[in-house]
């Protein structure tokens, strides 16, 4: 999970040097072609479209934000979570029933069918988080190195980091993020606000074929996992 983040963080740093050099090179080629104002004018009427989406999407996120927390307290998220348990333990086979990282990848997956980006990501953490106790509960040695930590011992601290940054994502842990990228979405909040945003005529058009391709997405997501899974000699 650490040498995921790394690989994210490694990543972010390289669009952000290459967002930069776009910025500089359109600025300089402005200068040069005598548009310099044309470009000024341009991002301060970015940063007001952007404020204005902002607010859009603030307001579509609070309202289904909220749907989903009636819901929890209605029961339908646990009901629904139940209801998924058989697909998980397809997909995850290797999972104890009953184990906590069950309930916050089920959570995760319905957020994101639903469209709730927004409300999948704690869920999505704790599930990665529960995945590497399993890790350690499972005796993996990548995952033991924070037990032997001992808060005074600076030597043992430094050959943890290092053994830490070295580890490698579990099974779980890779099919879970794959079935995150691939998520099947039945309302795309996101992109109804942003067209919305935009003047679309019919900002909920996009529902129907966003359907089809996260579902094709999904369906190839899986497949893909279980080949993989049973190349590497697993369930």
């Known amino acids: 999970m650490i040498c995921l983040y790394g690989e994210a963080g490694k990543r972010g740093a390289m669009l952000n040097y290459l967002w930069a ?10 200068a040069f072609t005598g548009n310099l104002e044309a ?44 209801g ?9 086979p290797r999972i104890p029933k009953g184990h906590k990282a069950r309930e916050y ?3 995760n997956i319905i957020a994101n069918v639903l469209g709730l ?17 399993l890790e350690q509960e499972r005796g993996n040695p990548e995952y033991l190195v924070d037990t032997a930590r001992g808060p005074a011992d600076h030597r043992a601290s430094e050959k943890n980091s290092h053994a830490i940054k070295g580890r490698t994502a579990s099974r779980e842990m890779c099919t879970f993020l794959i079935l995150n990228i691939s998520s099947l979405q039945l309302i795309p909040v996101n992109m109804i606000a942003y067209r919305s945003q ?10 129907a074929p966003s359907i089809l391709a996260t579902l094709v997405s999904t369906v190839v997501a899986i497949v893909f996992c279980k080949v993989k899974g049973k190349l590497h000699g697993g369930t």
């Open 117 to 133: 980006g927004w409300a999948c990501t704690p869920a999505g953490l704790k599930a990665m988080e529960e995945l590497a106790r």
């Open 198 to 207: 935009y003047g679309s005529t019919r900002p909920a058009a996009i529902i």
């Open 21 to 30: 050099a776009m910025i500089a090179i359109g600025i300089i080629y402005a």
């Open 39 to 82: 470009i000024t004018n341009a991002a301060l009427d970015s940063a007001g479209e952007g404020i204005s989406l902002c607010i859009t999407t603030a307001g579509v996120m609070a309202l289904w934000m909220g749907l989903m927390e009636i819901a929890q307290q209605a029961g339908l998220v646990a009901k629904l979570t139940r």
């Open 105 to 107: 990848i089920a959570t």
């Open 84 to 92: 998924i348990s058989p697909l998980l333990g397809f997909l995850f």
